[in-house]
């Protein structure tokens, strides 16, 4: 094999055109089947290979600073960046991450997850080269997709004028996750179609310098123009046109579907009708919804998959579906501002991302109190990488001023929840989508959530009261059950259901026959909700126990690992309780 | 007066273009006479007074939508709208906020007052619109500014592609509250050379309809060229000249210090040499540093008077000042890339802005530890818009792992961490630059911050324990001696300098012979520094009292008010106190 030959990015300098097409043909095969067998992001990586190979041969890592985006395309570069045995063996596939990551390497500069960052971090690395008087090249490279997202264009506009060697290679594969959207992208259609030659051209009206690679998975072709372009003395956007899923023939026909796979993809059939859980019952809702409201629409930042809304459903709700492409700002902001002129709006968005609109959940949506719907998903402790972690939704979200952030513990609860949002126009809200198994009680709720923070006491008991945050309900009641067994403790279990304030009442009414208070909340403790239950309390003889995940960035430890840290078991917080008894 | 015919903006529709020209002079005058009375934003409404008379006489506000951005221009949009008594007497002036607000009037759409979001709002507005059949225009006025604005730009991006009437007025004065900065600012001064004839247009490359209008000053230049695109059918962008200040010759001779003065500037004379305040020592610090080390550089988001920078000072940093327009996304993820490789950024950022970018300080920065320097001014309990508030500082920052988030309470203390900050390569950090006078204890301060979370005792006593942080060190000085006179106690005095930890070796020492904790700190409660207090606690049998603000978005509410509200005063406190014992 020729891959044997290289363990640094210098050994590529060696390899004549002809090896390194071979050398492509290597590397392709082995992230195919080591994708397929851990599941990963497939049809990025494959699109940006040659590209990449080309970019290491002429480039001199990690003298020259390649900054990635998202890193969802960096597979290639930790190849050939001395870590290819996460790529040959089974037992070390899980080696690396599948994100760029210091720790790993010198030739990874960030620890990168979230997208549309490698502009402004390269124009960062790039300023600093200047004002330490250094002369290396500093290469951004950067999707199509990620190109929508506000940072990267903040970034964009920025590097214009840097007056120096800066250089951003924009791999356009025509996709983001799914279809791209904006006005953008129509430019860049326009710059295919005629070999990067049309007068209008988005990078030059910004001051770029600007260069064309139609072939960007033609290795000789990259080489060549990026030999010209090496060293340059100013910002230049190179335009590299590559194939998403390259060299994959099921990937090239289902880009989206083999963007990110699961393990065992390949050889498997389509899968079989999924069993409902609280992502289908909500495409059912809003899709019933949609039909008997031409007001309502459903939108989300380029994510379609999380959500399940394949092709077929985004054909069913047409014009009532709106993907914004990467631009969680523009989201909120928008469906904000749609709920004020009267429509019903629902943005669905992972909690990992909503991390990017702060600023317009607290001033374009809150502080005007409009009536969108936000639906996060996926607010858990899990073993996900530290750049996807999905902890940190309740502390950003629920000391913003206005905000209604309900929790629902099953499918019934979730959907009457759901339709309040929808119908009310009172509030801003955001339901925090159980990510948890579907549960069901069979019995329609009824409940008028309207009236605000009222928790809900699903067990009357004495002594202990556990408060079992959406997720964690189901804890709640294990821990109720244990209680009982070790302890003979027959304990209050409560279903907050809203994460944003405090029912006073009932906390009132506790003080007369409990004495230990029980928070569990699915998410990080500083800044969340337990804290405010401490804090109600403080000046009582009530005691508080908080449970939730530290104010870490995790990555990738398992999560009986995690649980055990923060004390998250029946076992473990009865422990706790048996001190303070 | 010709204004005494104007209730409203059918008025205008009967005047002449003559007549028009005259009220603009009216309005000239009153906005001059008002703004310099009352202190406010100058500059940018004197520049767009014309035009916003051509759009109300060309359009039918509220049927047709006006969406503001900032809202900083929107005085003569309020005395057309039926609010001109705030501009004509004395006593009225202080009647209407200087932001659009749907509660004053139904020609205002959105409360606003950060930037960037016109256009993304308008979007959702036209977009309602179609998905309800309706008819009107949708106009988003937005000044060339804040179009550098991740928010901004996400928006055109996704406008472009509306397919139905949607207009975009760029109000171009050439500044930001300073100049401008990044490559889209040479493309709009291309557009003005050529009078929008020039090929490369960022607009058009975006696929916007566009139109030029060379004096947007002009009553009747404007109305011909709006009449022309009323009612279109599908996006444009009408590049609208103005200047900014005009017809206020000290304002256009000054744009910057007009851009938003302060109360009889006019009339004055140049101010008096400045007393010492945690602006100037940043200055002077930044100043002696950045000469001593050509790899410091400061950054800032298109507002330098807020932290003194002003053109002596720019001059004096030369390449180590870095405005990167406003763009807190890019300017957070830039400095944690320029620390990344080895320059000592310092990003100067108003509490109220950084909220703009969680996701980057989350992600570009804490996730990677660079040792990047915030400096965060102004956070603290304030009277201001609601738009403007600066408690949610805390509880943005201080639930993100990673980062360090100091608290000084003088200008020792705050000389020592900013050197500490900008010198160590552990940690990325952030200073809550005091929002109170300048206070100094005339001896160095010699602490090590790199042991962290470490708060400093001031005074030992016993019972009551008060942690004062930052600005509210001196309220806990005050409540310390307010305890001794009324209940003779001898509370101990803590400083805890971190925001972003527990000292829990101290807190467990307090147990020993302290009943109360009360925290104070300058800003909002929920999700903030008190609470982890509180949860500390929350197990053992002291009592914890936490004060700050209330989680609300309070609007102009006097100071006095709110700290009663919040019973923030050593009286209200005490009686909190008192009822524990």
Known sequence: MILDKINSPIDLKKLNIEELNLLSDEMRELIVKKVDFTGGHLAPNLGILEATIAMHYVFNS?????????SHQCYPHKILTGRKEGFLKTEDYLKYTGYTAPEESEHDLFKVGHTSTSISLACGVAKARDLKN???NVIALIG?????????LEGLNFGAKLNSNFIIILNDNQMSIAQNYGGL??????LRDTKGKAENNFFKALGYDYC?????????????KLEQIKDINHPIVVHLCTEKGHGLIQATQNKEKFHWI???TLNNQEPLALKEDYSSITVDYLLKKAKQDPTLAVINAATPGVFGFNSQVREKLANQYIDVAIAEEHATAMASAMAKNGAKPVFCVMSSFIQRAYDQLSQDLCLNSNPATILVYWGAITSADATHLTTFDIPLMSNIPNLVYLAPTNKEEYLRMLDWAVEQKEYSTAIRVPSVELKSTGVEDTTDYSILNKYKVTKEGEKVAILGLGNFYYLALELGDYLKEKLNIDATIINPRFITGVDNELMENLKKNHDIVVTLEDGELDGGFGE???????????????????????D??????LYTKYRLTKELITEDIEKLL
Do not use: C, H, Q, W
């Open 212 to 224: 064309f690679i139609e072939n960007g998975n033609n290795i000789k072709e990259t080489i060549e």
């Open 134 to 136: 250094e002369n290396y």
């Open 556 to 561: 990738r430890e398992p999560i009986d690992k």
């Open 262 to 264: 699961m393990p065992n």
């Open 144 to 152: 199509d997709g990620s190109l929508s997202g506000g940072e990267a």
């Open 532 to 554: 405010k239950i401490a804090r109600y309390f403080g000046s009582s003889n009530m005691k508080v126990l908080n449970y939730g995940s530290f104010k870490e960035f995790s």
């Open 62 to 70: 990690p003298k020259d600073k390649f900054i990635f985006d998202v």
């Open 185 to 190: 992208y129509d430019n860049l259609k326009l």
